[in-house]
């Protein structure tokens, strides 16, 4: 079917470049937030996050008429929904964004419709969300009871890209396209392949699901092998950089890189998806999350042994004295995106804990968030650098690569990146 109108709900770091790829394409986008600030940011072709090129790409989708936002869903041949998926309590999936989404788009709906679930979900998300719509809508016919001659149709494709790298890689990338039946799939396949350049892979919802969740807990394991690794070398006394290099050399063996945790909306929370479902199965899976999220705590203990050292070299000053600054609070490298980053909870709690001044670092940002309660100043490189005792660098933005000559000065240095070995 020709699809005329596209409507793309969540207009996050996921949504507004899948809303803006679709309206590069020439076809008309409803972008859908409850943010109504985020809404009228774009209703004014601009944006409200940080993406490479993103912005000239909503320039001209909303200037040329393709591109339109709005709080409320209108009437839409396809409806994509991209929004968070956080955990609640114990590790517990939250699916409360995605139950209000699939309510709002409801009474919109018509005979013929598809609705797509772009966010990451746990294992059986998708089924649940075409059962809240069957509940709203049940004068419509929904695959779960009517398979292919359904009046809905449903499917589940996550988004498998790279922060800093999302519209080259929304293009690019396959797709894996889970159809709630085979009808399903190949309407989604048709609607991604308005600009998608990959292959579009068809499976079943839930293998769809899981396979996002599967992508992102194998990552997991492997940050978290390095991570132990490096905590094993700072006891060890060995360089952990230098050791990683030299492993790496070894034609089966592809170690990752360390760093202070895990962060980001995908990493840090789809393994607990996984454990949720299975907590008996999944023990190198929880095991792994466990280690990536002891790792911040790792770091505050060598900020305090840094402090405890600068005092006992000099017993004239107090903590008060001491001022410590954080390079980066993102949650990867070139981002504005500060979502379960762990060089945030690091600075909080130095913040929270140390009596004297704590900097933060962070280029991609123009103030810090609330939550900081004025605790930290937002200051630049160099004066950081010039003016701290203990700099912990804690994100490699390429911007503290290219200053690595003001960071040799007397101050200690925490190098959880291994920024300073590049």
Known sequence: MPFTIISVIGLGYIGLPTAAVFASRKKQVIGVDVNQNAVDIINRGQIHIVEPDLDMVVHAAVTEGYLRATTQPEPADAFLIAVPTPFKGEHEPDLAYIESASKSIAPVLKKGDLVILESTSPVGATEQMAAWLAEARPDLSFPQTHGEDSDIRIAHCPER???????????????????????????????????????????????????????????????????????????????????????????????????????????????????????????????????????????????????AEILRNDQKRTEKDVTIACFGLAFKPDIDDLRESPAVAITKKIMNTHAGTVYAVEPNIKELPKSFNNKADLVDITTAASESDIIVLLVDHKEFKIAKELLNNKALIIDTRGILEQ
């Open 161 to 307: 890209v790279l922060p800093g790298h999302v519209l080259r890689e929304l293009v690019q990338n396959d797709r894996v396209i889970g159809g709630m039946t085979p009808k399903c799939s190949q309407l989604a396949i048709s609607l991604y392949k308005i600009f998608v350049q990959g292959e579009c892979i068809v499976t079943n919802a839930r293998t769809a699901e899981m396979c996002k969740l599967t992508e992102n807990s194998s990552r997991d394991v492997g940050i978290a092998f390095a991570n132990e690794l490096s905590m094993i070398c700072d006891k060890l006394d060995i360089n952990v950089w230098e050791l990683i290099s030299l492993a790496n050399r070894h034609p089966r063996v592809n170690i990752l890189q360390p760093g202070p945790g895990v962060g980001g909306h995908c990493i840090a929370v789809d393994p607990w998806f996984i454990v949720s479902k299975t907590p008996e199965e999944a023990r190198l899976i929880r095991t792994a999350r466990e280690v990536n999220d002891s790792k911040p705590e790792w770091v505050i203990e060598k900020v305090k042994r840094a402090v």
